[in-house]
């Protein structure tokens, strides 16, 4: 059951990277989430070293605990952007996400992290 939840968390994390890496209208929506600027390029690409981390074998233990904690922090990041008078567009997944953030955002991440964390306790 462990390789199977390493493998669901770190495909999300794969395929979350790309998916903004393609986006042209990435930066912009990390922006309006209030990402810091410097932080807009190297986000992608995290998300797939730490994707291929988990699946590959190479480093899953790094993969699995630096995934929940990033996306810990997106929850965070969730969170406060749902509060807005008009949450921005959430592009969690790129063009592919491209809609306001809401309560399912929100569930999402939650079951996801509940994944990561539970890959991590069987695994370690």
């Not at 922090?73 to 008078?85: K, N, S």
């Amino acid at each position: 059951m462990a390789v199977v939840l390493e493998i669901v968390f770190g495909a999300v994390f794969v395929a979350s990277g790309f998916l903004k890496r393609n986006d042209p209208g990435w930066p912009q929506a990390a922006l309006a989430l209030g990402t810091p600027r410097w932080l807009v390029g190297p986000i992608p690409i995290l998300e797939v070293v730490l994707g291929v981390a988990i699946i590959s074998g190479v480093a899953p233990r790094f993969g699995l605990i630096g995934g929940c904690v990033v996306l810990a922090g997106f929850t965070v990041v969730l969170l406060r952007a749902i509060r807005m008078p008009e949450p921005p567009v959430c592009a969690c997944f790129g063009q592919w996400s491209a809609k306001p953030i809401g309560t399912g955002s929100i569930v999402r991440n939650a079951v996801l992290l509940v994944v990561g964390i539970v890959a991590l306790a069987l695994t370690y």
